[in-house]
Antibody, heavy 118, light 111 residues
Framework: EVQLVQSGAEVKKPGESLKISCKGS????????IGWVRQMPGKGLEWMGI????????RYSPSFQGQVTISADKSISTAYLQWSSLKASDTAMYYC???????????WGQGTLVTVSS | QSALTQPASVSGSPGQSITISCTGT?????????VSWYQQHPGKAPKLMIY???NRPSGVSNRFSGSKSGNTASLTISGLQAEDEADYYC???????????FGGGTKLTVL
């Protein structure tokens, strides 16, 4: 069974750093793109970027380029999303997701809620 | 502003059929057969309902169907049930980005 299990909810202050994780299981982690999707409170879905764990090829949405870093450690089948300096506007639910061969998301993680507040 | 345009809300009574539209351009919806639809219940992760315009993943009810005409894709839900009440998002391949684009989402209310 394909599963993507994300790390737990985080409460941070503005300016702090953060790294959240997404562990894949039940499939060949290095053979599928993993994406990160943001959903701000009461809002829609936004693509942040994708990574191919097999060779760490990474693509970012222009809106998120330079704002976050996406990485993966294929030895432990885990992808990461990190911030060096959080802002209140980063408060959102973040989903990791697996892309199928056609580029559609076929599996989603359960989401990680990030709250940034002073 | 989302790249793909969806109605903010639609509604229907149990047993009826409803259709949600997703309008793009020839650079995305109209140019490629890579449109997908996702269902999201409150507090839950989205779920893939339709991929490549009209294909249903295993386990998705055949009450859900997808189609496309020109630059507009559509999701039709027949025999509406209370459990179908959720937000629905379309997504499409686009030639202007390496990433897919989402629609703004449509809230389906079952009356």
């Amino acid at each position: 069974e394909v599963q993507l299990v994300q790390s737990g909810a985080e409460v941070k202050k503005p300016g702090e750093s953060l790294k959240i994780s997404c562990k894949g299981s039940g499939y060949s982690f290095t053979s599928y793109w993993i994406g990160w999707v943001r959903q701000m409170p009461g809002k829609g879905l936004e693509w942040m970027g994708i990574i191919y764990p097999g060779d760490s090829d990474t693509r970012y949405s222009p809106s998120f380029q330079g704002q976050v870093t996406i990485s993966a450690d294929k030895s432990i089948s885990t992808a990461y999303l990190q911030w060096s300096s959080l802002k209140a506007s980063d408060t959102a639910m973040y989903y990791c997701a697996r892309l199928n061969r056609g580029g559609d998301i076929d599996y989603w993680g359960q989401g990680t809620l990030v709250t940034v507040s002073s | 502003q989302s790249a793909l345009t969806q109605p903010a809300s639609v509604s229907g009574s149990p047993g009826q059929s409803i259709t949600i539209s997703c309008t793009g351009t020839s650079s995305d919806v109209g140019g490629y057969n890579y449109v997908s639809w996702y269902q999201q219940h409150p507090g839950k992760a989205p779920k893939l309902m339709i991929y490549e315009v009209s294909n249903r993943p295993s386990g998705v009810s055949n009450r859900f169907s997808g189609s496309k005409s020109g630059n507009t894709a559509s999701l039709t839900i027949s025999g509406l049930q209370a459990e179908d009440e959720a937000d629905y998002y379309c997504s499409s391949y686009t030639s202007s980005s390496t990433l897919r684009v989402f629609g703004g989402g449509t809230k389906l209310t079952v009356l």
